[in-house]
């Protein structure tokens, strides 16, 4: 089936500095990837909508310019997170879909940031 | 507007059925699914159902949906402890993105 590699699997950040996410599909092309957001015993909530070759749709109360998305191929969706504050510790979950919505979405194994 | 409720905890007796319910509000919903994440992993597509589907069997798994109350149910046959995770009811909206429900713990005990 569908495969979503997610990285890093966790990570450890100062105050101020900035963190990647990767999220690939591995076995299928991906046009679009979407990037959630999990407080701890929380649902997940969706943060934006990535679109390859173009800009990413974000949704209403999510900072465009501290959480920085980049599609640049049907394989690879990137979210940065700039100068990271302890708030911005939480679960980050990456998911592509296939082609057709039967198929489901598939996720990402997450990305534990702790900011310290 | 877009609102996806579940219960939030539920324990069951190894062997027992467990029923997950989900109720949502957007009548434009296209595709459900159901999720199932374990502690500190992504989510694992468990089964979808169609919107214009009453039920649908995969294994121990039944899907039940009642769009006119626009409830939701899985049910786990023979449930075991490796079933022991948060299940998330999701809608899909105009097949575009994913709204999830609240995420229901379910908790199997010998």
């Known amino acids: 089936g569908a495969v979503v590699s997610q990285h890093p699997s966790r990570v450890i950040c100062k105050s101020g500095t900035s963190v990647k996410i990767e999220c690939r599909s591995l076995?299928?092309?991906?046009?679009?990837m979407f990037w959630y957001r999990q407080f701890p015993k929380q649902s997940l909530m969706l943060m934006a909508t990535?679109?390859?070759?173009?800009?990413?749709?974000?949704e209403q109360g999510v900072e465009k310019d501290k959480f920085l998305i980049n599609h640049a191929s049907l394989t690879l969706s990137t979210l940065t997170v700039t100068s990271a504050h302890p708030e911005d510790s939480s679960f980050y979950i990456c998911?592509?879909?296939?082609?057709?919505?039967?198929?489901?979405?598939?996720f990402g194994s997450g990305t534990r940031l702790t900011v310290v | 507007g877009e609102d996806v409720e579940q219960s939030l905890f539920l324990s069951v007796r190894e062997g027992d059925s467990s029923v997950i319910n989900c109720t949502y509000t957007d009548s434009s919903s296209t595709y459900l699914y159901w999720y199932k994440q374990e502690p500190g992993a992504g989510l694992q597509l468990l089964t979808y159902i169609f919107s214009n589907m009453d039920m649908k069997q995969d294994q121990r798994l039944t899907v039940l949906l009642n769009k006119k109350d626009k409830h939701l149910s899985l049910r786990i046959a023979d449930t075991q402890t490796g079933d022991s995770a948060i299940y998330f009811c999701a809608e899909s909206i105009n097949t575009d993105k994913l709204i999830f429900g609240t995420g229901t713990r379910l908790q199997v005990f010998p």
């Open positions: 990535s679109n390859e070759g173009s800009k990413a749709t974000y």
């Open positions: 076995d299928f092309q991906a046009t679009t």
């Open positions: 998911s592509a879909r296939e082609r057709t919505p039967q198929n489901g979405y598939t």
